[in-house]
């Protein structure tokens, strides 16, 4: 039978990237929404959409990333990020439908000096984590069969709005570009966690939700990835080092993630980072 993936946030960096390699998939049936197509905030509409598309499987790519406006709309972001990932739980229980629904390393405070696990306990200190984590708290409520939760960290595609293509235009322009050094991370090229995703849900056979750690291999800081940026595209910039920026926002400054049990329970291969981003850059 053919396995009917709505995929939400379709217009998103992960939702892009999913529609990118979906060709390669011909066992499923894809159906890409975005948010002024699909309202995930409305149950009973969700819902009827769902059912009359016979959706078996859906992936929640949709969400309010943008972590300093979301101090200030948190109205908003706790309606993205919770309320609607509560609606999609809720429908995926009712219906036994499964549910790949994306999450955050900004759940985590950055207290760790190596990278975290699915076992450590999450502790936000920003509303967008916050909301990210009630997001996982209710879907873990339902138990749904063949279901994952996969948080990653430094995201990063094609699409403008990311900080490896910010780097890249103020290298185009020869500028001279301040980057932190205190922030420690594991960059994710989305191609690779698109593909990653595609590849696990054949193999899910869990009878309620698991979480699992996504990110390239390896721990950089915001000041390193720049510098490999800048020395891979042979810029001509100077990446200068500095220990914070003024910001409205506490990020966590360590929140590198462990991939090893994805690696381990779906025999994955994962790039390291440096590997991803030279392919990323080379397409480019």
Not at 124 to 133: D, Q, R
């Amino acid at each position: 039978m053919m396995n009917n993936i709505l995929v939400t946030g379709s217009n998103g960096q992960l939702g892009y990237s999913i529609k990118k390699v979906s060709r390669r998939f011909d066992k499923y049936n894809f159906i890409f929404t975005e948010k002024n197509q699909l309202d995930l905030s409305n149950f009973n509409s969700i819902e009827k959409y769902i059912i009359n598309y016979k959706i078996n499987i859906i992936i929640n790519c949709a969400a309010y990333t943008d972590v300093e406006n979301a101090e200030n709309n948190r109205e908003l972001v706790d309606l993205i990020n919770h309320v609607s990932v509560e609606n999609l739980a809720k429908i995926c229980s009712y219906n036994n439908i499964q549910l790949i629904h994306i999450s955050t390393d900004f759940i985590f405070d950055g207290n760790k000096d190596f990278p975290y696990t699915e076992k450590d306990d999450p502790n936000p200190i920003n509303f967008y984590g916050l909301s990210k984590l009630y997001g996982e708290r209710k879907i873990l409520k339902y138990d749904l069969k063949k279901s994952v939760i996969i948080r990653t960290s430094w995201l990063y595609s094609e699409l403008k709005n990311n900080f490896v293509n910010k780097i890249i235009e103020k290298i185009n322009l020869n500028d001279n570009i301040n980057v932190v050094n205190n922030e420690l991370g594991s960059p994710t090229y989305a191609i690779d966690l698109a593909n990653m995703i595609l590849e696990i849900i054949p193999k899910l056979e869990n009878n309620q939700t698991e979480i699992y750690h996504f990110s390239n291999i390896g721990v950089c800081s915001r000041y390193e990835f720049a510098k490999k940026i800048n020395s891979i595209t042979l810029g001509e910039s100077k990446i200068n080092s500095i220990n914070s920026l003024d910001s409205v926002v506490r990020r966590p400054e360590f929140s590198a993630l462990d991939s090893s049990k994805a690696i381990n329970e779906f025999g994955i291969h994962i790039n390291t980072w440096e590997e991803s981003l030279i392919e990323y850059l080379k397409e480019k």
